[in-house]
């Protein structure tokens, strides 16, 4: 990797700290960052946060990063928006989930270690894709479970 890109890696990295974790709030361990304060102003702040979260995975793009991881830091984008959005438990959710340190570890351990990570990746979407097909499965059997009912009410 160029030294360019190894540049573009680091603002990313510092980008992800001042979104999640810039600030210690006094008399705990908890830190927090400009996302949750964004978060505060209702619509636009996590609308801004998700764009600066883009230039993280913009920077795992051009890096060459595998699909699959841009997925998933696209994934943890779209999850802190929006579930971001709601009020106050928006907030809460921002300090806990931070997922823009999520994306930049991301993007940091796929450049030390690519193999690992797109197995990861890969096994992650295998457990998702079950998950998926098991509630859908759920979903019918509870339709089928109802239909029956209802035809057994009805005579």
């Known amino acids: ?24 709030i006094p008399g705990t361990r908890i830190r927090i960052g400009v996302d949750p304060l964004l978060g505060l102003v209702p619509g636009l702040g996590d609308a801004v946060a998700a764009l600066f979260g883009g230039f993280i995975v913009w920077t795992a793009v051009r890096a060459g990063a595998p699909r699959l991881v841009v997925a998933r830091m696209l994934g943890n984008v779209a999850v802190d928006a929006i ?12 300090v806990v989930f931070k997922a823009h340190q999520r994306n930049a570890r991301l993007l940091a351990d796929w450049t030390e ?7 990861r990746q890969v096994h992650l979407l295998a457990a998702l894709a079950l ?25």
Do not use: H, K, Y
């Not at 479970?145 to 009805?154: Q, V």
């Open 1 to 24: 990797m160029d030294v360019a890109m190894r540049a573009r890696i680091a603002r990313a990295t510092r980008l992800a700290g001042w979104l999640d974790t810039a600030f210690r």
């Open 83 to 94: 579930v971001g959005a709601v009020p106050l438990l928006g907030t809460v959710f921002d």
């Open 113 to 119: 270690q690519p193999a690992a990570v797109e197995a």
């Open 131 to 155: 998950l998926v097909a098991s509630l859908a499965v759920i979903a019918v059997a509870a339709c089928a479970f109802g239909i029956w009912a209802l035809l057994r009410l009805l005579g």
